[in-house]
């Protein structure tokens, strides 16, 4: 069945860095853009970062601009958030969603999520 499962998480520090993997399986994957969201403890879950089925365009939140990278490779149903300059506002639970879209069509999936804790 449908697989979608975030790692990478730890604890950092202030100004360390981090790379979260998203490994997916049980669709065609490369019909599907990718996402990273997360959500503190306390708020909104949030979009960080999106990137299109083909990897040719990507966008992210104001926030992680410049310090986020999202990625993917299409060979290995695998997608990443590289992140930078990591700060404690960035401490959250990170999730991984898979979307598809075409004409009627919706579908979306989520990761179990990964927990990222930036201490200052």
């Known amino acids: 069945q449908v697989r979608v499962v975030e790692s990478g998480g730890d604890s950092v520090q202030s100004g360390g860095s981090l790379r979260l993997t998203c490994a997916a399986s049980?669709?065609?994957?490369?019909?599907?853009?990718m996402s990273w969201y997360r959500q503190a403890p306390g708020k909104e879950r949030e979009l960080v970062a999106r990137?299109?089925?083909?990897?040719?365009?990507?966008d992210y939140a104001d926030s992680v601009k410049g310090r986020f990278t999202i990625s993917r490779d299409n060979t290995k149903n695998t997608v990443y958030l590289q992140m930078n300059n990591l700060k404690p506002d960035a401490t959250a639970i990170y999730f991984c969603n898979a979307r598809f879209t075409l004409g009627v069509a919706l579908r979306t999936y989520w990761g179990q999520g990964t927990q990222v804790t930036v201490s200052s």
């Open positions: 049980g669709f065609i994957f490369n019909q599907y853009a």
């Open positions: 990137i299109t089925n083909a990897g040719d365009r990507t």
